[in-house]
C-alpha cells in the first residue's frame, strides 16, 4: 500500500508564495520520476513540474522561472517552491510517483489534490 498526501495549498494574493509538499509513504521500494500536475475549473490536467530520482527538473512554459521543483529522497518527499502566483495558477494541485513498492509492481500513484487560489 502506497499513499501520496499533499499540503501547503492555500488562498494567497497576486504575486505571494506557496510551497506544496507531498509525502509518500507505505511499502515503498523505490520512486522514480516525480511531478506536479494542476488542474483549474473546466480544464484538462497539466503537467506542472517533474523530477526524476537523480534531480533532473522540466517545468512547463507557463510557471519557468517562477516555480521550483525540488525532492528529498530519504523522506519520500517532493515539494514545488511557488513563487510570484498568477490567478491563472489557480487550480487543485495534484501530486504524482511513479513508485516501486515491495508488494507490487511499478506504477504512478496520484494524491488527493490541494487546492491553490491566486486572488488578483
Known amino acids: 500500500q502506497v499513499q501520496l498526501v499533499e499540503s501547503g495549498g492555500g488562498l494567497v494574493q497576486a504575486g505571494g508564495s506557496l510551497r506544496l509538499s507531498c509525502a509518500a509513504s507505505?511499502?515503498?521500494?523505490?520512486?522514480?520520476?516525480m511531478g506536479w500536475y494542476r488542474q483549474a475549473p473546466g480544464q484538462q490536467r497539466e503537467l506542472v513540474a517533474t523530477?526524476?530520482?537523480?534531480?533532473?527538473?522540466n517545468y512547463a512554459d507557463s510557471v519557468k522561472g517562477r516555480f521550483t521543483i525540488s525532492r528529498d529522497n530519504a523522506k519520500n518527499t517532493v515539494y514545488l517552491q511557488m513563487n510570484s502566483l498568477k490567478p491563472e495558477d489557480t487550480g487543485v494541485y495534484y501530486c504524482?510517483?511513479?513508485?516501486?513498492?515491495?508488494?507490487?509492481?511499478?506504477?504512478?500513484?496520484w494524491g488527493q489534490g490541494t487546492q491553490v487560489t491566486v486572488s488578483s
Open positions: 504524482n510517483g511513479d513508485v516501486s513498492s515491495w508488494s507490487r509492481s511499478r506504477r504512478d500513484y
Open positions: 507505505g511499502s515503498i521500494r523505490s520512486i522514480n520520476a
Open positions: 523530477i526524476t530520482s537523480g534531480g533532473s527538473t
